[in-house]
């Protein structure tokens, strides 16, 4: 075992420490033990971009890389207390492996690099191919790259293929049976829900995202938002020197055509590294949606309705990114990255409509044509620095921080017309709206990290955050070709959130004992503004955020983790926002300014057999949980909503196992088994009695003779009780295969094989039960090519990453 000895900070070092270490400090989870040290050549000098990896031992699967830097030296943070192999490559040597070693045991490495053949090369290129799924104490990762099944997708479809990760009938995405996320796009939060959120993911193509993380269990250097847990997608990074592109093309037919296509381009030097990529989408869709209303007086029917919605959507997206990286020294990079998103969403839809009395007897009909358009020109700015400190005997202090900036606009127009044949007079009604928001988001942040004595490790950070959304929408009603303003449903709804946090966690890793506790401490001001009627809300409170990981070996192949954390979910801007969203002449969707956030307690014992195969029991604890729901308002119109509930109980075993039947063939197994309570009731309406459910998951890859390659996954989610909602169980099966030839890469893939997607609802409230079933264009046979372009026979090089990579290196994920 190696003792570090202390010795004094610098003047900076001591001002970032005082500044940071002012905040609430405690104990956090979630940092990693390192390896360290120099890498020279032959010769003895120093050597520069060589790859350093992290394998597990127990299979060689890489779970880390890194490079040396000009001087050699390099720093390799593992994503959890254990042993593993450590391997160094560099173009012309030979690959060098060290190991097993114990992670935060080992002393400082010196590794010297041999001189090879250049056939050598290739035999590396294909050494340690990851699997599609890793499941982690804190997380599962999913290789979206290494994915057949990826091509010609959306990021909405990966996520739904996603172990325990659900997408509702409604877009909502929901991760092991629990709704409340945060997205991450490369380490920066996406302010969108619901629909909008839905939208976007459906405009960004699988083939820019390099993987996605499932974050369950979040450490406090992340925000307390997202109860459920983070979703965070990184895209692609081109890491090798010179000029480097990236082409692909891909068209799918499902009843209706899908293209994607894009260009990604690379230009790398030693102090300079130059980035951009641009994606087209053009994908054309369907909605059939079939509802079964029974209206309610007392508990007794007064009325039903039957109806048919059919609508044909049309996404055009254009999603583009540039940079550039500049290493100032040694120690210093900046990095600024520009990105946006320009989409349209026009849809045509047609809704027939029965209502009839108790006796049968038909009352009335409409048919309704509606006509909607939606544009999402969005933009976004990232200023970061990466600074690190001189290296003492205990590490490299590192401080990292990033600017950001970004506007989502959204433009919405409806064309509702709706016909009514049995009446003799005004038949017709048309309603017109057009509505036009802004959301602004800014943020400061800034990390620093150092190791201390007694195998100690700090990370402190602060941040502050604020967004602005205005909406402001017009709705008109025309009659006989006149048109006048609906007062009732004009409005104008400013909303503002301002949240200032600080965190400070330590870990002490020991050979049979990991023990990692943080604090996070936010306060939040929100204010909300309705022009008409002058209603208002602020909201003012200081919450603190405790977590706390405790990691054991229990023999060589056992081993037990045990976590406990605390997290907010504050209501996104749309739930808050009065604004009605109309489905057809029967059904909107309106906000609920009277809603609360939602707290959560979890703790969870995670049990893992030869660093393979994961076991787990989790309980999480709601206080004044989010629940949509439906009620009538006082024109019979149903309106879909949020509610707080008092309390909400959750419990989860889940299992997770990847296995390798033959050397072709890797399968990855794992299910989810849920038991979800709430408490309280709706206008007087009790909540039906709870019932367990399960998500259960199984993806095989198949090595194939030749250069092919195959997956096939499957997906199944049982019957579920969800507060007042009865979710049917409905499936999914994909199929892909893939050859490389050169720098060619050739795809086929089938989703939703047998058409098991469309999904069945039911629910009955106090004035009202529903059923319905709403089926979209899954199934979809793609074709896919990838083309590689520019110096790919370089030595990748250590690009200068941003705060928000760091912020993922050092809470323990593969990059």
């Known amino acids: 075992m190696l003792y570090y000895s202390c010795r004094s900070l610098s003047g900076v070092q001591t001002a970032v420490m005082a500044l940071l270490l002012a905040m609430p400090l405690g104990l956090r989870a979630q940092t990693t033990p390192v390896f360290t040290g120099t890498v020279r050549t032959a010769a003895g000098a120093p050597a520069e971009y060589a790859?350093?990896?992290?394998?597990?031992?127990?299979?060689?699967?890489?779970?880390?890389?890194?490079?040396?830097?000009?001087?050699?030296?390099?720093?390799?943070?593992?994503?959890?207390?254990?042993?593993?192999?450590?391997?160094?490559?560099?173009?012309?040597?030979?690959?060098?492996?060290?190991?097993?070693?114990?992670?935060?045991?080992?002393?400082?490495?010196?590794?010297?690099?041999?001189?090879?053949?250049?056939?050598?090369l290739r035999g590396v290129a294909v050494d340690g191919q990851?699997?599609?799924?890793?499941?982690?104490?804190?997380?599962?990762l999913v290789h979206v790259a290494e994915s057949p099944l990826s091509a010609g997708s959306t990021t909405l479809d990966v996520l739904g293929r996603a172990p325990g990760l659900t997408v509702d009938a409604q877009d909502n995405l929901s991760l092991r049976g629990k709704t409340g996320l945060l997205v991450l796009l490369d380490g920066k939060r996406v302010p969108l829900t619901g629909a909008e959120l839905a939208n976007m993911l459906r405009s960004l193509p699988a083939e820019q995202v390099q993987e996605l993380e499932l974050i369950t269990n979040p450490p406090a250097k992340y925000d307390a938002q997202g109860g459920a847990g983070i979703i965070s997608i990184h895209l692609k990074k081109d890491q090798r020197l010179g000029t480097n592109g990236t082409a692909n093309a891909?068209?799918?037919?499902?009843?209706?055509?899908?293209?994607?296509?894009?260009?990604?381009?690379?230009?790398?030097q030693k102090n300079l590294n130059l980035f951009g990529s641009y994606a087209y989408a053009d994908r054309q869709n369907f909605q059939d949606l079939d509802i079964s209303r029974t209206y309610l007086q007392d508990g007794q029917p007064t009325r039903f309705s039957e109806q048919r919605n059919t609508s044909r959507s049309h996404l055009q997206s254009h999603t583009w990114r540039a940079g550039a990286d500049y290493t100032l020294s040694p120690r210093t990079t900046v990095g600024l990255v520009a990105s946006g998103l320009a989409s349209r969403l026009p849809s045509q839809g047609l809704n027939l409509a029965d209502f009839s009395n108790t006796d049968g007897q038909l009352t009335n009909t409409l048919t309704a044509r509606n006509n909607r358009d939606l544009r999402t020109p969005n933009a976004a700015g990232v200023l970061s620095l990466r600074h690190q400190f001189a290296q003492d005997s205990l590490g490299t202090p590192e401080l990292t921080a990033d600017l950001d900036a970004a506007r989502y606009g959204l433009g919405r127009r409806l064309d509702l017309l709706t016909t009514y044949p049995l009446r003799s007079q005004n038949n017709t009604n048309r309603l017109l709206g057009d509505q036009n928001g802004t959301l602004w988001l800014s943020s400061a942040k800034a990390d620093y990290v150092r190791n201390l004595r007694g195998r100690l490790r700090l990370e402190a950070g602060a941040k502050a955050s604020r967004v602005a959304s205005d909406n402001d929408v017009l709705f008109e009603r025309e009659q006989d070709g006149q048109r006048q303003t609906d007062t009732g449903l004009t409005n104008r709804f400013r909303y503002t959130e301002t949240i200032g946090a600080g965190y400070a966690s330590l870990t002490r890793t020991r050979p049979g004992l990991t023990l990692t506790?943080?604090?996070?401490?936010?306060?939040?001001?929100?204010?909300?503004?309705?022009?008409?009627?002058?209603?208002?809300?602020?909201?003012?409170?200081?919450?603190?955020?405790?977590?706390?990981?405790?990691?054991?070996?229990?023999?060589?192949?056992?081993?037990?983790?045990?976590?406990?954390?605390?997290?907010?979910?504050?209501?996104?801007y749309n739930q808050l926002n009065p604004f009605r969203s109309y489905l057809d002449p029967t059904s909107y969707r309106v906000g609920n300014p009277a809603l609360w956030p939602q707290t959560s307690t979890r703790v969870e014992l995670t049990h893992t057999f030869k660093e393979k195969y994961s076991t787990g029991l989790n309980y999480t604890r709601t206080h004044r949980p989010i629940l949509s729901v439906y009620r009538l308002d006082a024109q019979g119109l149903v309106a879909a909503t949020d509610v707080n509930l008092p309390n909400q109980d959750y419990w989860a075993l889940t299992l997770a196992a990847p296995l390798e039947p033959a050397k072709w063939w890797k399968l990855y197994a794992d299910a989810e088994l849920f038991y979800i309570r709430f408490q309280g009731q709706l206008e007087g309406q009790p909540l039906p009695a709870a019932q367990p459910g399960a998500i259960l998951g199984l993806t095989n890859s198949f090595k194939l003779p030749h250069g092919w390659s195959a997956e096939l996954n499957g997906r199944y989610n049982s019957l579920e009780r969800y507060g007042y909602q009865l979710v049917r169980a409905f499936a999914q099966v994909g199929a892909g295969v893939q050859k490389s030839v050169g720098p060619a890469t050739f795809r086929l893939n089938a989703a939703d094989v047998f058409y098991t997607l469309p999904m069945r609802v039911s629910a009955r409230y106090q004035p009202l039960a529903e059923s319905y079933r709403t089926a979209q264009d899954s199934r979809i046979i793609t074709a896919s090519f990838t083309y590689r372009f520019g110096n790919a026979k370089v030595a990748a090089a250590r690009r200068a990453k941003s705060g928000a990579e760091d912020e993922k290196r050092r809470a323990g994920g593969v990059q």
Do not use: M
Request: with cysteine; hydrophobic share 35%; charged share 20%.
């Open 51 to 120: 790859t350093l990896s992290l394998h597990r031992p127990t299979d060689s699967v890489v779970v880390k890389t890194e490079f040396s830097a000009a001087d050699g030296r390099f720093q390799l943070l593992a994503p959890a207390a254990g042993r593993y192999l450590v391997s160094v490559a560099q173009v012309g040597c030979q690959r060098l492996w060290l190991g097993p070693l114990e992670a935060g045991a080992a002393a400082p490495l010196t590794l010297t690099l041999l001189p090879a053949a250049a056939t050598q």
């Open 517 to 572: 506790g943080g604090l996070r401490g936010e306060y939040t001001r929100t204010d909300g503004r309705q022009d008409v009627g002058g209603q208002q809300f602020r909201r003012r409170y200081f919450q603190l955020f405790p977590n706390l990981s405790l990691s054991r070996p229990l023999t060589a192949h056992h081993e037990l983790t045990l976590a406990l954390s605390r997290r907010l979910d504050r209501p996104t």
């Open 130 to 140: 990851r699997p599609l799924f890793e499941r982690l104490p804190d997380r599962t």
């Open 250 to 268: 891909a068209y799918g037919r499902g009843r209706y055509g899908k293209f994607t296509g894009g260009l990604s381009l690379n230009h790398r």
